[in-house]
Nanobody
Framework: HVQLVESGGGSVQAGGSLRLSCAAP????????MGWFRQAPGKAREGIAV???????AYAESMKDRFTISKDNAKNILYLQMNNLRPEDTALYRC??????????????????WGSGTQVTVSS
C-alpha cells in the first residue's frame, strides 16, 4: 500500500503560482504511473496531468499551458507547477499512483493509491 502525502497548497491571488509536491517515502517513483487530480465543491473530479514511469506526460487540454507535472525519482517526489492561477482553479488537489502501464491514464479509476489532498484557493 503506497501512502502519498501532498503539500504546497495555499491561498493565492489570481495570476499567482504554486508548486505542489507529493511524497511517498520508501517507494520508487520510477516504477509507478502518477497523476494529479482535483475536485472543487459540487464538481466532478478531473484529471490535470499524469506522468508515466518513463517520464512521458499527458495533460488536460484546458490546463496544459499553465500547469507542469514533473518528478524527482531520486527523492521520490512528484510535483505540479501551477502558473497564472485563476479563481476557477480553486479545488482540493490530490496525487495518485498505480503500477504502469495504464490504459486510460487521465482517468481517476485507473489509480489505486491516493493522497488526502492539499487545498488550493485562488482569489480574484
Amino acid at each position: 500500500h503506497v501512502q502519498l502525502v501532498e503539500s504546497g497548497g495555499g491561498s493565492v491571488q489570481a495570476g499567482g503560482s504554486l508548486r505542489l509536491s507529493c511524497a511517498a517515502p520508501g517507494y520508487r517513483y520510477d516504477t509507478y504511473c502518477m497523476g494529479w487530480f482535483r475536485q472543487a465543491p459540487g464538481k466532478a473530479r478531473e484529471g490535470i496531468a499524469v506522468i508515466d514511469s518513463d517520464g512521458d506526460t499527458a495533460y488536460a487540454e484546458s490546463m496544459k499551458d499553465r500547469f507542469t507535472i514533473s518528478k524527482d525519482n531520486a527523492k521520490n517526489i512528484l510535483y505540479l507547477q501551477m502558473n497564472n492561477l485563476r479563481p476557477e482553479d480553486t479545488a482540493l488537489y490530490r496525487c495518485a499512483a498505480n503500477y504502469c502501464p495504464l490504459v486510460a491514464r487521465m482517468m481517476a479509476y485507473e489509480y489505486n493509491f491516493w493522497g488526502s489532498g492539499t487545498q488550493v484557493t485562488v482569489s480574484s
